[in-house]
């Protein structure tokens, strides 16, 4: 079974581009989150999915980040416009319902010039 | 504020040294705790969880509620634990995990 996959596993952008990074769950996990760890902090949680709704988005930094999971799929996250302090390394991982072990993707390296 | 906190950025033993990489957390309430390990070029990856209680590649961590701390210990290191280890919690209302900054284990030969 494929795990958790995470698209694309590095980006380059300028500042004020936009970047749009892409998650692909365990096929039947309806939980989806995103997290991100920026250099020398922690991994902190962004939001989480309970299939195509937003569960919990306290993590979102501000409104230039928008997540989408239409039709309880993959998901996206958007950076637009991006920021210096934006880059870091984006984590996705899923769980299945009732199972509170997450599933991790290996991570898109965001670097903002 | 829920919190986790591990100390140690690097921990360095030798190969057959006994390994304890320091959690502390705060909490107000009954928190699942976790270890998570990233091999290096691997994905982050459950390691263990308190409520398992359960010993993995040789690791234990046992939860201690009166000083909020869930250690993980290994008696003697390999080389193949080096990586780099997280320690988290998961609140119970929201099913989010709030990491600590993480340590690395480095095991020499």
């Known amino acids: 079974e494929a795990g958790v996959t995470q698209f694309p596993s590095h980006s380059v952008i300028e500042k004020g581009q936009t970047v749009t990074l892409r998650c692909d769950p365990i096929?039947?996990?309806?939980?989806l989150y995103w997290y991100r760890r920026v250099m020398g902090k922690e991994i902190k949680f962004l939001l989480h999915?309970?299939?195509?709704?937003?569960?919990?988005e306290s993590g979102m930094p501000n409104n230039r980040f928008l997540a989408e999971r239409t039709g309880g799929t993959y998901s996206t996250l958007k950076v637009q416009p991006a920021e210096l302090e934006d880059s870091g390394v984006y984590f996705c991982?899923?769980?299945?319902?009732?199972?509170?072990?997450?599933?991790f993707g290996p991570g898109t390296r965001l670097t903002v010039l | 504020a829920q919190r986790v906190t591990q100390p140690e950025k690097l921990l360095s033993v030798f190969k057959g040294a006994p390994v304890e990489l320091k959690c502390n957390y705060s909490?107000?309430?009954?928190?699942?705790l976790f270890w998570y390990v990233q091999y290096s070029r691997q994905r982050l990856q459950l390691l263990l969880r308190?409520?398992s209680r359960e010993s993995i590649k040789g690791f234990t961590a046992d939860l201690n509620k009166g000083e909020t701390s869930f250690h993980l210990k290994k008696p003697f290191a390999q080389e193949e634990d080096s990586a780099m280890y997280y320690c988290?919690?998961?609140?119970?209302?929201?099913?989010?995990?709030?990491f600590g900054t993480g340590t690395r284990l480095q095991v020499f030969p």
């Open positions: 991982a899923s769980s299945p319902t009732g199972y509170n072990e997450q599933f």
């Open positions: 096929s039947g996990h309806d939980n």
């Open positions: 999915f309970v299939k195509e709704s937003k569960q919990d």
């Open positions: 909490y107000s309430g009954s928190p699942e």
């Open positions: 308190h409520i």
């Open positions: 988290a919690l998961d609140s119970y209302n929201t099913d989010k995990l709030i």
